[in-house]
């Protein structure tokens, strides 16, 4: 099993930026596939930015060139950085980990941008 904690949500202007943290309660070395996803009020939840295979990234194309996954290993975190945020974003954001054919999810962080 892998515990998952979300932080760093919080209400921030348009164009501002937020550093999104997801703690693991099991080695990220050993967890093959790991991102992040948003679900906005009223819509489905969606990718947003995840790793693939080996060390190549993917991102949904609305957060490309703004939002940066990244992970520290010794540390068990996932990190999401956001900048240029837009209202669009606004969101609550979960991190994923999925393992032995199991996916497992945080409870999420809100995020919520300002016009």
């Known amino acids: 099993q892998v515990q998952l904690v979300e932080s760093g949500g919080g209400l921030v202007q348009a164009g501002g930026s937020l550093r999104l943290s997801c703690g693991s309660s099991?080695?990220?070395?050993?967890?093959?596939?790991m991102g992040w996803y948003r679900q906005a009020p009223g819509k489905l939840r969606e990718l947003v930015a995840e790793?693939?295979?080996?060390?190549?990234?993917n991102y949904a194309d609305s957060v490309k060139g703004r939002f940066a996954i990244s992970k520290d290993i010794p540390k068990n975190t996932m990190y999401l950085q956001m900048n240029s945020l837009k209202p669009e974003d606004t969101a609550v954001y979960y991190c994923?980990?999925?393992?032995?054919?199991?996916?497992?999810w945080g409870k999420g962080t809100l995020v919520t941008v300002s016009s």
């Open positions: 994923k980990a999925s393992l032995n054919g199991m996916d497992y």
């Open positions: 790793f693939g295979s080996g060390i190549s990234t």
């Open positions: 099991r080695s990220i070395f050993w967890i093959p596939a």
